[in-house]
């Protein structure tokens, strides 16, 4: 089995590190469209067009599956993709459902790109759950250049998030939801700047995009041959310098550290 990632950046390689622990029989492409990201700052159309590129791409390639490791890309293009595409596609959403799942009526931050928070699906996903009197929107920007950067412990990076969060009666909620691949970086940094919040969950839905594609794949049986090879592409270019792939090792041990 060949699987595909796609995410603007290294926020879907949160997803892969999570998908490679279970998946062993199989063979990962990972494409960082690193031309282009940022995606939350673009417009709609942008993204549109970034992910049907990648998407092409990495169809071309011969995956058996493509997994969306983004957000905000899900939001706008996975319902063009489905239509598109004949291989089963597997994308994300902010971890909503579960939160108020959890804790019926309690408070649910959820933080996610600026794009993926004033899309569409978001709103039908509250309004399904009947949750917008429960729910605050917080978008986070700048995280995604902080970790692109690989600022995850810098001063500038903690001073901004505790910025953002100082916006809120903390103690006023149950969860708060990381909505972008990229924020999971920064979960450590989370934990500490929510440390004093009793009780209060830190979630994603990297596990249940996970849990999706270990069933995609059961269901498509056949030949599950594969090592866990992964190849890195940058908009279409395989990336072999290794300096390079020495920074996406680097990123997967930083993934490793944090259990
Ligand atoms: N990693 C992305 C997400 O999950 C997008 C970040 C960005 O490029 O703005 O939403």
Redesign the pocket.
């Known amino acids: 089995m060949l699987i595909g990632f796609f ?3 290294i ?2 390689v949160t997803v892969l590190h999570e998908a490679a622990k279970t998946i062993k029989n199989a063979d990962f492409l990972y494409y960082g469209d690193t031309e282009n ?5 673009k417009t709609k159309e942008q993204v549109k067009s970034y992910v049907r590129r990648a998407a092409d791409f990495l169809v071309g390639k011969g995956v058996d599956v493509l997994v969306i ?5 899900t939001s706008v293009a996975i319902e063009d993709l489905r239509n598109t595409y004949r291989l089963p596609i597997i994308g ?1 959403e902010p971890a909503v459902k579960p939160a108020v799942e959890n804790h019926k009526d309690k408070r649910v931050l959820v933080t ?2 600026q ?2 928070l004033r899309e569409e699906k978001l709103k039908k996903l509250i309004a399904r759950l009947d949750a917008a009197d429960i729910v605050n929107l917080l978008p986070l ?1 700048e995280l ?1 250049r902080f970790a692109e950067a690989e600022a995850f412990d810098s001063p500038e990076a903690a001073r901004y998030l505790e910025t953002e969060l100082s916006r809120f009666d903390l103690s006023m909620f149950k969860t708060v939801v990381l ?4 924020f999971i970086y920064f979960r450590p940094l989370f934990k500490k700047l929510l440390g004093a919040v009793p009780d209060i969950d830190i979630i994603d839905g990297n596990r249940g995009t996970v849990n999706m594609l270990v069933k995609t794949l059961d269901q498509l049986g056949g030949d599950h041959q594969g090592a866990g090879h992964v190849t890195y592409y940058h908009s279409g270019v395989e990336v072999t310098d290794p300096q390079t792939l020495a920074r996406y090792k680097r990123l997967l041990e930083r993934l490793d550290n944090m259990g």
């Open positions: 995410d603007s950046g926020g879907g990201v940022p995606y939350g700052t490791a983004c957000n905000t890309a994300m996610a790109t794009l993926a920007q995604v909505g972008c691949t990229h």
